[in-house]
């Protein structure tokens, strides 16, 4: 079954500084999902990559996927507090009739004033 | 509705209690899963239906959970003699289906004592 990983688990950095988080999974994936989670709330759908080489921006976030590699990257540009929050990569296993994700195990991420 | 409903937000029982977590999905949306998420890690998928019929049901940990969703609409997830490690934020989602944005419910939190 598909195991997906995160790293780095915790990210401090200071505002105005870029930094980027990675996602490794283990079988071929064709698509890979980013949330984003604040503390005590669910999980907010912040890009869906459908192929490979798929890159989709919103605002200071920006995420590619790379199938032949396995790795997809969260890149956080000039950052600001508001992105304080825990991010979730999870990709899809399918065979037979499922349609379920597997989600890393998150990246906490604090940016400090 | 406008989003993933889930309803209670939050559920105190005592340890042996039978419990029911309701979701109500996006309008329209044919399919629904149920995570279960504990503090510190990424959503655990539980059970994924396709309709009325659950397709996938692999990560229901035991017998004493079980879902339905008899109109292919609201569903009720169903755990008997809980436990106090059936702590845990139960997440429900739903989309369009396949390679789809699934959008998440706020939680049910139960917390059994």
């Known amino acids: 079954e598909l195991k997906v990983e995160q790293n780095p688990l915790f990210l401090s950095m200071q505002e105005g500084k870029n930094y980027t988080i990675y996602c490794n999974y283990s079988?071929?994936?064709?698509?890979l999902y980013w949330y984003r989670q604040d503390p005590g709330k669910s999980l907010e759908s912040l890009f869906v990559?459908?192929?490979?080489?798929a890159v989709k921006q919103e605002g200071r976030l920006m995420a590619s996927l790379d199938t032949k590699a396995r790795l997809s990257t969260l890149h956080i540009t000039a950052a600001v507090h508001d992105l304080s929050a825990t991010y979730f990569c999870?990709?899809?296993?399918?065979?037979?009739?499922?349609?379920?994700?597997?989600f890393g195990t998150g990246t906490l991420l604090a940016v400090q004033p | 509705g406008a989003g993933v409903s889930q309803t209670p937000s939050n559920k105190v029982t005592e340890k042996g209690k039978y419990v029911e977590l309701r979701c109500d999905p996006i309008?329209?949306?044919?399919?629904l899963y149920w995570y279960r998420q504990s503090l510190g890690q990424g959503p655990e998928f539980l059970i994924y239906?396709?309709?009325?019929?659950?397709?996938?049901d692999s990560g229901l940990p035991n017998d004493r959970f079980f879902a339905v969703r008899p109109e292919g609409s609201v569903s009720t997830l169903k755990i008997q003699r809980t436990e106090r490690g059936d702590s845990a934020v139960y997440l429900c989602?739903?989309?369009?289906?396949?390679?789809?944005?699934?959008?998440f419910g706020e939680g049910s939190w139960l917390t059994v004592v």
């Open positions: 989602a739903s989309s369009l289906g396949h390679g789809n944005t699934i959008y």
């Open positions: 079988t071929t994936s064709d698509r």
């Open positions: 990559l459908l192929s490979n080489g």
């Open positions: 999870a990709g899809p296993t399918y065979g037979g009739a499922t349609n379920k994700l597997i």
């Open positions: 309008s329209g949306h044919t399919a």
């Open positions: 239906f396709q309709g009325t019929g659950a397709a996938d």
